[in-house]
């Protein structure tokens, strides 16, 4: 299970295909999720908060997230979402390849703007609050997108690229943009491990292996990962592991035990253990709790097909 098949579990709001790689992901958290653990990826990301307050980081770099805010993840920047509090968080996740707003033959637009946002030689601030002076300009495009993706009309694909591209020019016209590049090599080999973890969590994952990824010892990997991560190597990666068997326990009907171990726990008490201490309660509760409240919310039922 890959980290962004979260997405693909939530309603489409657009029609994303080979040639139109573009959707609107509707999402809530702890609804959907408790939490969408550290990860990167080759898309461009744009997260639209519409209700309630959440905690996001974006690069390592937390923030609280509430109703209205706008938060830009470039392609390859680490990001994390996650329950503020008690709080819930409804938002828009809106994911698509900035290839699509490429010319077949490169021109300007591309040569200096889009290319290298793909490249990460391009850095725009992440967090946009509607006390933002740019604020108005992005909010109307990401609204505008949403009205034409209410009913898709013939060549809604030609309005959605229209307001991207709005969207970044209203960004790069500012005046006080684009932000200096960055060159973070620390980053960039937390960005390995992490990825490594995203696609191997259900194997078994040595110290020594992970500090081969990085092309570190033993020791300094540790280092390394607790200096940038907070938390041991080991604690992070029992960690993720629980917030995939979190999510499954949600989306699928598959035992507790299968889940267990197919996210990589050989011992069933063991993740039973550890699972009641991350989130409070046992494997079994945690599901019946959680369905529950979906039920009672109405939230599920009430989501709009695509």
């Not at 309603?11 to 969408?36: A, M, R, W």
């Not at 080991?234 to 629980?242: E, I, Q, S, W």
């Amino acid at each position: 299970m890959n980290i962004l098949e979260y997405e693909n579990t939530q309603e489409l709001k657009s029609h994303g295909q080979g040639s139109f790689p573009f959707n609107i992901y509707l999402c809530s958290i702890p609804l959907d999720f408790t939490e969408v653990p550290l990860h990167w990826h080759n898309d461009m990301e744009i997260i639209y908060i519409k209700k309630g307050r959440g905690r996001i980081a974006v690069n390592l770099a937390p923030f609280q997230a509430a109703a209205g805010d706008i938060v830009i993840v470039p392609p390859g920047q680490l990001h994390s979402i996650e329950q503020l509090e008690h709080d819930s968080m409804e938002y828009e996740n809106i994911i698509f390849q900035l290839s699509m707003l490429i010319a077949a033959q490169n021109d300007h637009c591309s040569e200096q703007f889009l290319q290298p946002l793909i490249q990460g030689q391009l850095l725009f601030p992440n967090y946009f609050s509607p006390d933002s002076p740019l604020y108005p300009a992005l909010s109307s495009c990401l609204d505008a997108i949403d009205e034409i993706c209410k009913t898709f009309p013939k060549g809604y694909q030609l309005a959605v690229k229209g307001q991207l591209f709005l969207f970044f020019y209203a960004l790069v016209s500012s005046g006080e943009l684009p932000l200096p590049l960055r060159n973070n090599k620390s980053l960039d080999r937390l960005k390995e491990i992490l990825k490594y973890v995203e696609t191997r969590y259900c194997e078994k994952i040595s110290i020594s292996e992970a500090a081969g990824i990085c092309g570190f010892s033993e020791s300094h990997f540790m280092k390394f990962f607790r200096s940038n991560m907070g938390i041991s190597f080991t604690a992070y990666l029992n960690d993720y592991r629980l917030t995939m068997a979190a999510r499954m326990l949600l989306s699928s009907s598959d035992s507790i035990a299968a889940i267990a171990g197919e996210t990589g726990f050989d011992n069933l008490s063991y993740f039973n253990r550890l699972f009641k201490k991350k989130y409070g309660c046992t494997p079994f509760h945690f599901r019946s709790k959680n369905q529950l409240s979906a039920i009672q919310s109405g939230y599920r039922e009430s989501k709009a097909e695509p």
